[in-house]
């Protein structure tokens, strides 16, 4: 629990964001999460060199041979179009951006996430494997930089330009692997003089804050949930399978549809940073149903389907989402 300490005979803010004075220093409880102490924040920034460049002289012949103004469009030209080392290096990098999405929830509108305290070594520890498996692999593409460039004076034909390539020494510079933990800030236990009415005004907003910051990743945890267990149900809609969609074809289930629920509902427990017991019961629920459900039953059985839909549905009702 986070507390605000006032001092002298100044104004207070209590739970309700009421006004009121005191005479001595007072200690005031309010009613934040214990999210600062199960979790931390963590910034991760993977940055990939694009190798692409936009081509005026293109742009300009492409608007003339279409009788169009210079101004109606660009050429956004790439410079290693064939380089499957280069696009395994961006694959990998969007690979471990979804990776960390899916052990974090948001925490700004800057990029930090907040992470579970449990998840932290076993998150570390895999982020460093992955760091170093990502700079072997930059590191070997720019071995090979100027055959790479070579390559693409064939793939490029006539639009070709040496000059839109850079060094190899500035191509490394625009790669990144930047990552950092750090503590979640709290509004406890200030001491401020409120004689400076303003300050006080400082305190009460960094704790709406903070407030409001715990609560968007707790609705992401929510909204993740949701997005499983309503695309479970309605999967596994009769009228995906007997004929009668519009366009009369039968729905596939995939093993994506059970797994991805199965590693999500793994995570919930330390995801539930905030503790929060209908959360808890909605993921035992998914659980339970999860434990019965086989994939092969449900695509040749009817009934199968249908009773599995029906505690999907109850799981929605139940929480009214």
């Known amino acids: 629990m986070n507390t605000m300490t006032i001092t002298n005979n100044n104004i207070l ?7 009121m004075t005191t005479n001595t220093i007072s200690t005031i409880s309010t009613n934040a999460t214990t999210i600062s102490s199960s979790a931390v924040l963590f910034d991760l920034s993977i940055k990939v060199f694009s190798a692409t460049v936009t081509d005026a ?3 300009d012949g492409v608007a003339a041979d279409n009788n169009a103004s ?3 469009g660009t050429y956004l030209k790439n410079l290693l179009a064939e380089c499957k080392e280069l696009d395994t290096i961006k694959k990998f990098a969007a690979m471990v951006r979804t990776w960390n999405k899916n052990l974090t929830m948001p925490w700004n509108d800057n990029g930090l996430r907040l992470l579970p305290m449990s998840l932290m070594l076993d998150h570390k520890a895999q982020l460093t494997e992955f760091e170093r498996q990502y700079w072997d692999m930059v590191d070997a593409f720019l ?3 100027n055959t790479h460039v070579g390559a693409a004076a064939f793939t490029l034909g006539k639009m070709f330009d040496r000059s839109n390539y850079p060094t190899e020494h500035e191509v490394r510079g625009k790669f990144a692997f930047n990552k950092m933990y750090s503590p979640v800030p709290t509004a406890g236990h200030w001491m401020v003089d409120t ?3 303003g300050l006080a005004e400082v305190v009460e907003h960094s704790m709406h804050e903070a407030h409001s910051r715990e ?3 707790m609705q992401n945890v929510w909204d993740r949930m949701y997005k499983i267990v309503s695309h479970m149900a309605d999967k596994l809609k009769e009228s995906n399978f007997d004929g009668s969609r519009p366009d009369g074809k039968k729905t596939k289930l995939h093993d994506s549809m059970l797994s991805n629920a199965e590693d999500f509902v793994g995570l919930l427990d330390d995801l539930n940073v905030g503790k929060d017991p209908r959360l808890s019961e909605m993921g035992n629920d998914l659980r339970r149903l999860l434990a019965v459900t086989d994939l092969g039953d449900l695509k040749k059985d009817a009934g199968a389907r249908v ?3 029906a505690k999907l549905d109850d799981i929605l009702n139940k929480f009214n989402l």
């Open 13 to 19: 803010t209590n739970n309700e964001g009421t006004a």
């Open 57 to 59: 002289e293109v742009a």
């Open 70 to 72: 210079h101004k109606a």
């Open 143 to 145: 071995a090979d930089y």
């Open 195 to 197: 004689n400076n009415a």
């Open 215 to 217: 609560a968007r990743a």
């Open 307 to 309: 009773a599995a839909k």
